[in-house]
């Protein structure tokens, strides 16, 4: 379909309602005028349609075929495309402010409005399905603008203007997906492919009421067969849409039971008040022939019709802020009844001129080629269809995206990525996403090893290969299967590159090489050991007596001596210290008499301990017979593990010193990581 005011492009409108399917086929003649070319109208032959609902998606088709068909036949040309309107049955709306900050002042455009607006519907959109409770699908299907925002100065018009920031007060409506899968399941069995979609009261207030009558408070309400839709206006805007699952059905169903008769038995009944009979004959369920004036059937009709007046008499009030309004028109063939415009006015308390029944008056501008047509109020819904086509064609696009009909703002740019957000697709489903990472320290630093990268989402435009960036266009069938998780991460000590490397003892005159061991916590672990997140490796540099002679696997006799000191099980052992293992106390005498130092030694393991001071500050070192550089550590706060590479100063008064330097009382000391 084009714009184009060539009676060669044509537009197609289908109202497709619970009693009937009425298609017009028309053109834009020029900004006022728009030219019926062809009209058709089929009632459904079954109840296929309940209140405004789809429930027999194959007969709906067929009659959708049938007025295809017709058409078709009459303007000599096959139709593909066509725009629809939807029932309000359980329509959601939301009103929501939304700004949109341009970065700088610049002019504002018509696109940067679209955008805004756009932006709007996706956040009604967010916070309806925050507030719906339920798995329904919304879908929108159409939005009005009550005001415009130059930062926070209300204004009518925005094209034109200049300024940092935007805004909006957007009024959008949405319907369970549902009610609008069955509409394109319906057309597209019919063969034909829906290019625009709109709300039935949105589609009859273009011809109804008029933008200029908008800035009174009025309300338009489209009586058909199982709905009732409702819109209000006020200050040159839509402010509201409702309904009610009440219309003309409901006076039918009234006749079917005073008279005992089927459902198209009494809608002939109800249509019949209208030709002004004196009698008005038909046959019951009994075969029975039956012949009443049309006052009884008029006052069968009584109540039913006070009952839907008042209902929407009531939804309009509420829409309206619990206050009435000016005035209400009446479009669609459920209000056709003479009496019903009188009957709602009582309802909503206003004088009987202030309700009204519009047809033909608002039809004005609307020229039928085909001879015959009666302008009415059945009419009204159907070429609004087609004319709110113009409105939205240049705006937006329908696509499907994993079978969902999503409606894009086409500013000529759009992509998979607009597609996927219109349908709620998760963003991180549609990049690759990693498996868990591990997060574990080792000697005191993090380390953070990430998982495997996964793959992409799989997307086809189409059938055929397509990915995020790619283009889409009008009809396109979109299928997005989620991205993948790669491998979780996982690690074993051996692949550490700081966790290695060996410690050397000279154990009874030998040099033996010792693998650096290792700690998860207060656990030895081995290098096997597949590491967890929230592990804390520690390598350590130094053994215990008890851990070198278990890796040695020899059989500990006797004194044990670390440098030349007798030692515990659990004295630290550090690189380059030696050790003696099977030292009997003959041995021990021997060698301290001969080192003469035996007599000391005795006096020191019954003596008083010593005091030094470890880089300004005193430090006593108690427990040992004497005392050398690396039995400071047992006393003074220092980690040797945390060097990451700096070279360990240690001096004695001065003097550079080892781990087996001896200490005194009243020693020096300096300990430190240069």
Not at 336 to 358: M, Q, T, W, Y
Not at 364 to 375: A, M, P, Q, S
Not at 543 to 552: A, G, I, N, R, S
Not at 586 to 594: G, V, W, Y
Request: charged share 25%.
């Amino acid at each position: 379909m084009s714009t184009n005011t060539n009676p060669e492009q044509l537009v197609f409108g289908l109202d497709i309602g619970t009693r009937s399917v009425v298609g017009t086929v028309g053109y834009k003649k020029n900004i006022r005028e728009f030219v019926v070319v062809a009209q058709s109208t089929r009632f459904h032959e079954t109840r296929a349609m309940l209140d405004g609902q789809i429930h027999d998606i194959s007969a709906v088709a067929e009659t959708v075929g049938e007025v295809r068909r017709e058409l078709e036949k009459k303007i000599g040309r096959k139709l593909t495309e066509v725009c629809v309107a939807a029932a309000g049955r359980v329509l959601k709306t939301y009103t929501i402010r939304t700004d949109y900050s341009l970065g700088e002042e610049m002019v504002i455009t018509d696109e940067l409005i679209r955008s805004m607006e756009l932006i709007g519907v996706e956040q009604a959109n967010s916070e309806l399905r925050s507030k719906e409770k339920s798995d329904v699908t919304y879908f929108c299907v159409g939005y009005s603008v009550i005001r415009y925002y130059l930062g926070d100065v209300p204004m009518l018009s925005l094209e034109g203007h200049k300024g940092a920031r935007i805004g909006a007060d957007i009024l959008a409506t949405f319907l369970p997906q549902d009610v609008v899968d069955g509409l394109n399941a319906a057309t597209d069995r019919a063969g034909l492919t829906v290019v625009n979609l709109t709300l039935e009261p949105i589609a009859a207030i273009n011809l109804a009421i008029p933008e200029k009558f908008r800035l009174l408070n009025l309300a338009l309400v489209d009586i058909g067969a199982g709905t009732s839709d409702i819109c209000i206006t006020k200050g040159g805007s839509v402010v509201a849409y409702g309904m009610i699952p009440c219309a003309g059905d409901y006076l039918t169903e009234a006749l079917m039971t005073e008279y005992l008769v089927e459902f198209n038995t009494a809608e002939q009944i109800k249509l019949a008040l209208s030709e002004k009979k004196k009698k008005i004959t038909f046959t019951d369920i009994m075969g029975l022939k039956q012949s009443v004036p049309p006052a009884e059937v008029k006052k069968v009709l009584d109540k039913p019709m006070k009952e839907l007046a008042r209902q929407i008499a009531d939804k309009i009030t509420k829409l309206n802020g619990n206050k009435s309004v000016s005035a209400i028109f009446i479009v669609g063939g459920g209000g056709k009844n003479p009496e019903f415009a009188g009957i709602l006015s009582e309802c909503a308390h206003l004088a009987k001129d202030r309700v009204a029944l519009r047809g033909a008056e608002v039809l004005n501008e609307v020229h039928f080629l085909e001879e015959g047509i009666v302008k009415d109020p059945m009419l009204v819904t159907p070429i609004g269809i087609c004319l709110n086509y113009y409105e939205q064609n240049n705006n937006f696009i329908f696509v499907k995206c994993n079978d969902d009909l999503v409606k894009l703002y086409d500013n000529g740019r759009l992509t998979v990525m607009d597609a996927a957000m219109g349908i709620g697709f998760p963003n991180e489903n549609l990049f690759p996403k990693r498996g868990k990472e591990l997060d574990f320290t080792v000697n005191g630093r993090r380390r953070l090893i990430r998982g495997e990268a996964g793959e992409s989402a799989t997307i086809t435009i189409n059938g055929k290969p397509a990915s995020i960036a790619s283009p889409v266009v009008r009809n396109d069938d979109i299928r997005i299967t989620e991205s993948t998780a790669g491998g979780d991460a996982h690690a074993y000590l051996n692949e550490l590159t700081d966790v290695g490397g060996s410690i050397v003892f000279y154990v009874n005159g030998k040099k033996v090489s010792c693998p650096k061991l290792v700690t998860n916590g207060t656990e030895l672990v081995t290098e096997m050991y597949e590491i967890k997140s929230g592990d804390d490796i520690k390598v350590l540099d130094y053994y215990t007596v008890d851990k070198l002679v278990e890796y040695m696997d020899v059989d500990r006799e006797g004194t044990v001596m670390v440098n030349n000191v007798i030692a515990l099980g659990d004295e630290k052992l550090y690189d380059n210290f030696t050790v003696d293992f099977g030292i009997t106390n003959a041995d021990l005498t021997a060698s301290e008499r001969e080192n003469g130092t035996l007599e000391r030694q005795e006096a020191e393991e019954i003596g008083a301990p010593i005091t030094l001071q470890v880089n300004g500050q005193d430090v006593e070192l108690s427990g040992h017979a004497k005392y050398t550089f690396v039995n400071i550590l047992d006393h003074y706060p220092f980690d040797i593990a945390e060097g990451n590479g700096r070279e360990l100063i240690m001096t004695v008064n001065g003097t550079p010193a080892e781990f087996v330097t001896p200490v005194n009382n009243g020693d020096k000391v300096e300990l430190r990581w240069g």
